[in-house]
């Protein structure tokens, strides 16, 4: 009888005070139609994470595996691979050259060095994507180490599930710093120019070689309006792009895709975190070597008021390790949200 009682008071409660929210015998009661208001700190560094991080921001010198030239040894190819390598042995053997794409016994190119005669670039660069889709690119007539095609397309998708190159969506501002042949700010240009009938793309490369070879790809391409190359070292382009010649306020993509044992990536990506061409939301894709361990998944710049990029993807291919980050994220970019989990050693 007396429990009855109870239930009767307790449905009574239930009908006189629906929005309430109580605790009967251990168990929070919440009616369905209830809302609550979640309020989030402005001063959250992840957009959108997937997981949760208390990670501090740290500054690209604060590894020290960052702030020396990394040792990342490669087969013997017809590409850049630097006279420091560990595979100068190499260099020990008489070649004779037969003109053949790539293979072993070719001994070590440095980057941006005139090819030798009969020597060609490892693989025929062409376009995966957009309008012009299977256009094979001139290469120039020094070594290089191109993104890897399977690389390319794959960064590109991870850029498509952000939103960008979609049907509809804003042309895609890219600044490509080592361009080489300019593959990778071509590409962008072709997927562009096919969602939205735009796109801008500027390289940047010390070799003027390679400068030549951006503009014969672009005026073949018929995009001689939409991108422009910089002779310029890396480091001034960033840090001073007004300077190096960039007339573009703020890039939506930087791509940095050094020769790896012939940089510092500290500098570079320090660099990037104080450039003005850098804001909020900016894209950028780093592409370094496996035996560097992996770069940190959040970074800020040394100086005051400079980027801090958080880390959305962190993925091998190979011995070769694609970073992307975004530069004070705001959460606006769908399907860049924070994973920290992906920014673990992948030797």
């Not at 191109?146 to 498509?160: D, H, I, N, W, Y």
């Not at 940047?204 to 790809?217: H, I, K, L, P, S």
């Not at 390790?321 to 030797?347: C, N, Q």
Request: proline share 6%.
């Amino acid at each position: 009888m007396m429990s009855t009682s109870v239930d009767r008071l307790l449905l009574l409660l239930l009908l006189l005070i629906p929005s309430s929210s109580f605790v009967i015998n251990n168990f929070v009661i919440i009616p369905q139609h209830s809302t609550r208001t979640v309020t989030s700190s402005p001063n959250i560094l992840l957009a959108k994470p997937r997981r949760s991080s208390s990670e501090e921001p740290v500054t690209p010198s604060s590894n020290p595996n960052f702030s020396k030239k990394a040792k990342a040894s490669r087969p013997f190819r017809g590409t850049v691979v630097p006279s420091s390598s560990s595979t100068s042995k190499a260099n020990k053997s008489k070649v004779t050259f037969s003109g053949k794409i790539g293979g072993r016994g070719l001994g070590l190119m440095s980057q941006g060095k005139t090819r030798a005669s009969g020597i060609s670039n490892v693989s025929r660069l062409k376009i995966l994507g957009g309008t012009h889709k299977n256009r094979i690119l001139k290469s120039p007539d020094v070594y290089l180490r191109p993104m890897m095609g399977k690389v390319k397309e794959a960064l590109f998708s991870t850029l498509r599930s952000f939103g960008l190159y979609e049907p509809g969506s804003k042309s895609v501002k890219w600044l490509d710093v080592f361009c080489g042949s300019g593959s990778v700010g071509l590409e962008s240009l072709s997927r562009s120019h096919k969602s939205c009938d735009g796109g801008l793309s500027v390289f940047v490369d010390f070799a003027e070689d390679c400068c030549q070879t951006v503009r014969d790809n672009l005026d073949t391409m018929n995009f001689e309006n939409l991108g422009y190359p910089i002779k310029s070292d890396a480091l001034k382009a960033l840090i001073n792009p007004v300077e190096a010649g960039i007339d573009v306020d703020r890039f939506d993509v930087v791509s940095i895709t050094p020769p790896y044992e012939e940089v510092v990536y500290a500098d570079l990506v320090d660099a990037v975190c104080n450039s003005p061409v850098v804001g909020e939301d900016t894209v950028v894709v780093i592409e370094y070597p496996v035996e560097l361990g992996s770069l940190p998944h959040v970074v800020k710049g040394s100086q005051d008021g400079s980027s801090t990029l958080v880390g959305v993807r962190n993925r091998k291919y190979g011995r070769t390790v694609i970073a992307i980050y975004v530069a004070d994220p705001t959460g606006r970019m769908e399907g860049a949200e924070s994973r920290p989990e992906e920014f673990i050693s992948l030797k």
